[in-house]
């Protein structure tokens, strides 16, 4: 009787084990004669915005405001615009500059200048009660590595290196501040006339060469800002430094 059961069960074994290798033959039968399904390939829409999210930004748009770059102004690639900026006509910002106009207006005016590392930015609102936006007016060259918060500059001036201008300050029209000066809130440069030191103090009445000087100087540097500015069109002097890397390995241009 143990002998029988044993046989059947070795029966019923054997009979599952053909029965698994039956269907998975054809389950690969199956998926061989099966003929692939095509890849659906998404085109994106031609008026797609496309953002690079990987590097620097150089436009950020703040809700509804979005900073405006005249056509012929020179920004450099590594300057951050933010919310309300408007970069005129002949204008130029330079490497590493930053205008952050998320509490207020920023304008910057016909052929000035915001030079290396600098940081402009505005408040609120401003303790002396005048506008708290920041206005660099025109042929204004405001040095390197400088700071102005909530500050007016009229045309015509020159703001040395290191320098910081506080909330409320106004550099009137054709004045000079020296490098490392600090305004303080709500100070007024007038007209004509050098000031320096922390805080800013009158140091003397610029003379008439040299308030001809400063729109020179600004004209100056927007004619460099061109220079640098054809070399970000389609076409670039790179190719001149390919060509003389191809001479020195001795390959025929």
């Not at 389950?27 to 890849?39: L, R």
Request: hydrophobic residues 40%; charged residues 20%.
């Amino acid at each position: 009787m143990a002998t029988s059961l044993a046989r059947i069960s070795r029966r019923c074994v054997t009979s599952s084990n053909l029965i698994r290798r039956y269907f998975a033959a054809e389950a690969v039968a199956v998926a061989t004669t099966e003929a692939p399904k095509p890849i659906s390939e998404v085109t994106p829409s031609p008026d797609r915005v496309k953002w690079d999210y990987r590097g620097q930004r150089q436009i950020i748009p703040l809700g509804q405001w979005l900073p405006k770059v005249a056509v012929d102004a020179y920004v450099a690639p590594n300057v951050v615009l933010a919310g309300q900026v408007t970069v005129w006509d002949g204008s130029s910002v330079w490497n590493g500059a930053v205008l952050r106009g998320d509490l207020n207006k920023i304008t910057l005016g016909f052929c000035s200048n915001v030079q290396e590392r600098c940081v402009v930015h505005a408040a609120w609102s401003s303790p002396t009660g005048l506008p708290a936006e920041t206005l660099i007016d025109r042929y204004v060259t405001v040095g390197a590595y400088s700071l102005l918060r909530s500050c007016t500059i009229e045309p015509e001036c020159i703001i040395g290196q290191h320098s910081i201008l506080m909330e409320g300050s106004l550099v009137e029209t054709r004045s000079i501040l020296e490098a490392g000066s600090v305004v303080p809130p709500g100070r007024r440069i007038p007209s004509g006339e050098l000031w320096g030191g922390n805080p800013a103090r009158f140091i003397r009445t610029l003379t008439n060469e040299e308030t001809l000087e400063i729109p020179k100087l600004a004209v100056a540097i927007n004619h460099l800002s061109g220079d640098y500015f054809s070399e970000f069109l389609p076409y670039s002097t790179v190719y001149l430094e390919v060509e003389k890397f191809k001479k020195s390995l001795g390959i025929a241009v």
